[in-house]
């Protein structure tokens, strides 16, 4: 379905994330017909570029990242009609007024920031200096959205200043993933799992997000991070509150964030004893170490990090929710398993073994659903039970819809364009999961604590491991 016309202009539009994301996802959805009309992608950053040379750079950026996305011949050029630069200072006064007579005409008008946090508050103050902040305005801010309660709060003030919480869009793009959100439609369009999920039916929930590959080039936005700010305190927190949150009333946006908002109001602090920190090591001389990386021997941050998280409210009291995440792991792999609780009692005897079911939600790859469940094994052998998995991999059971779905950000700026806030986090959420996470971070940082070390291609330290044995569980295998 088309979406009204627009005028998106992205602040850092010469950037990496419009280079690797912003612009081909912008692109596929003008081949799938959705950007009509008279809309515009206005890219705005301070080096001096031609409106022809950034077409250049746009149509780089779609060959690179495009992922292989078919559209007909033609296409490129004529998204190329609806791409426009400005150069533009976001501390001075260059650039502004070209900008405001650029967006003039009364339509939805996003302002996309992607750009260092610092910048939030000086963009917001000069679109308004400008003229460009009235109700039709939309602001799209990328994380990190602070490294503390103290910034955040910070950014948010900024931001508040010149627009209402309901023109600020604050992308968590794991909130896009389109199994994310079919863990919504899991849980509350089914009258299967809802009875079932709390504490008196699952014995545990792990969420993993495991990734191949290092820090990279990102060594110097990273080392100030590490994996507790760059992937916990936002994606994994997400999926935790999509897990763990009551219904919602209804799909809409004040509804599901007021619940998420109450799963992180009711998580624990963790104790030291329930989380583990790590740095991955070399691989060869290919792949170096994660100080080599980042360039810094005596860094302290983590490139992994596994934890046992408690939620203290009526449904979750008693299952721990154990996450991880990290760099250079065995897999990439990103998954939710609710692991269930044992049958009460064996009628099949001690000899049957013991058996659970475990519903698995596979983010990617391979996006999908697994049930495992527990059978009799086939043949004359007597009552032997085995455990066998109704598995739903959504390409298979969907066709090619399934393979053609958007990815994360396709979704997510469309939801800008149409003002659907509902997978984007609220200004209080993001202030909660800082008010959790700061104390475990100024702790660590606080002692001194070293990482402990793990191999390139392993599952994570061996410390993470007892995290779970010594609780008699063991971590689901990385696949
Ligand atoms: C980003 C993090 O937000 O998410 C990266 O900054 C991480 O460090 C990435 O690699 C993971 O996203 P995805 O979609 O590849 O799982």
Redesign the pocket.
């Known amino acids: 379905i088309p979406v009204d016309e627009f005028d998106l202009v992205i602040f850092g539009g010469t950037g990496d994330l419009a280079r690797r994301k912003i612009l081909p996802a912008l692109f596929r959805r003008f081949c799938a017909g959705q950007m009509e009309g008279k809309s515009r992608i206005i890219g705005a950053a301070r080096s001096d570029h031609s409106t022809q040379e950034f077409r250049d750079f746009v149509t780089e950026s779609i060959r690179e990242f495009n992922g292989g996305t078919h559209c007909e011949d033609g296409t490129l050029e004529s998204f190329l009609t609806h791409i426009d630069y400005v150069q533009i200072d976001a501390l001075g006064t260059d650039g502004w007024a070209e900008l405001a007579e650029k967006v003039e005409e009364k339509r939805i008008r996003a302002f996309y920031f992607s750009v260092a946090p610092s910048l939030f508050g000086a963009l917001a103050e000069r679109l308004h200096e400008h003229g460009m902040a009235d109700s039709d305005t939309r602001i799209v801010v990328e994380?990190p959205f602070g490294r503390d309660l103290a910034s955040a709060k910070v950014l948010n003030a900024g931001l508040a200043q010149h627009f209402d919480e309901s023109q600020i869009y604050r992308i968590d793009?794991?909130l896009g993933?389109e199994t994310v959100q079919n863990l919504m439609a899991v849980r509350f369009g089914n009258m299967l799992f809802e009875p079932l999920w709390n504490s008196q039916y699952i014995d545990h929930i792990q969420i993993t997000?495991s990734?191949t590959?290092g820090?990279g080039g990102?060594g110097e936005y990273?080392d100030k991070?590490g994996a507790m700010r760059?992937?916990v305190q936002?994606?994994l927190m997400q999926l935790l509150c999509l897990i763990a949150m009551e219904p919602p009333a209804k799909f809409d946006p004040a509804a599901v964030r007021d619940e998420k908002l109450k799963v992180i109001r009711a998580l624990d602090p963790v104790p030291q004893d329930d989380l583990v920190r790590g740095q991955y090591l070399a691989d060869g001389p290919e792949k170096e170490s994660y100080l080599q990386d980042v360039g810094d021997t005596s860094s302290l941050t983590e490139s992994y990090i596994a934890m046992k998280v408690k939620i203290s409210n009526w449904r979750w009291a008693g299952t721990p929710f154990y996450m991880r995440t990290g760099?250079r792991l065995k897999a990439?792999t990103?998954e939710i398993a609710v692991v269930f609780k044992e049958t009460p009692h064996s009628i099949f005897g001690p000899e049957s073994g013991n058996h659970r079911n475990i519903l698995t939600i596979r983010?990617?790859p391979n996006e999908g659903m697994e049930l495992g469940v527990t059978i009799k094994e086939p043949g004359p052998g007597g009552m032997r039970l085995v455990d066998v998995p109704l598995d739903m991999t959504f390409a298979d059971a969907l066709g090619p819809d399934a393979e053609d779905v958007p990815d994360?950000y396709e979704r997510l700026i469309m939801d800008v364009i149409r003002g659907n806030q509902t997978l984007f986090m609220r200004g209080d959420e993001v202030e909660a999961a800082w008010a959790w996470a700061d104390p475990m971070i100024e702790g660590w940082e606080d002692r001194g604590d070293k990482p402990k070390t793990y191999e390139s291609g392993s599952t994570g330290p061996e410390e993470a491991l007892m995290l779970m044995h010594r609780d008699g569980r063991r971590w689901r295998e990385i696949r």
């Open positions: 994380k793009h794991y993933k997000v990734e590959v820090v990102r990273y991070s760059d992937m936002n994606h760099k990439r990103s983010l990617q994360a």
